[in-house]
């Protein structure tokens, strides 16, 4: 079993930073692909970045060119750097993780119940 678990959310003004952190525990996480997803009051959830074993990243048009996923094994932690925020950024954030036992994984994808493991939340919020 994993256990993944999301800090580093909380209140910022418009144009600011954040980075939230998802620390796992239980298993490495070296060989999974992990993703960052988040959801805003009634509306869908919706994925934010994703990265694989090999450190290849992508990320949803929205937040291209602002937010930065990246990943530290010897941490055994994710991280969603979260820079020129604006208040449609305003959300949870969960971080989740595929492939984590078993062979390597090899596909990102964007589908959210490909997952199997997910954090409890961070709530970011963004005001203007």
């Known amino acids: 079993q994993v256990h993944l678990v999301e800090s580093g959310g909380g209140s910022v003004r418009a144009g600011g930073s954040l980075r939230l952190s998802c620390t796992a525990s239980?298993?490495?996480?070296?060989?999974?692909?992990m993703a960052w997803f988040r959801q805003a009051p009634g509306k869908e959830r919706e994925g934010v970045a994703l990265?694989?074993?090999?450190?290849?990243?992508a990320y949803r048009a929205s937040v291209k060119g602002r937010f930065t996923i990246s990943q530290d094994n010897a941490k055994n932690t994710l991280y969603l750097q979260m820079d020129a925020v604006t208040p449609e950024d305003t959300a949870s954030y969960y971080c989740?993780?595929?492939?984590?036992?078993?062979?390597?994984?090899?596909?990102?994808?964007?589908?959210?119940?490909?997952?199997?493991?997910w954090g409890q939340g961070t709530h970011v919020t963004v005001s203007s």
């Open positions: 239980g298993h490495t996480i070296s060989s999974a692909c």
């Open positions: 989740a993780a595929r492939g984590v036992f078993g062979n390597r994984c090899i596909r990102r994808t964007w589908i959210d119940r490909e997952y199997n493991y």
């Open positions: 990265i694989d074993p090999d450190g290849v990243t």
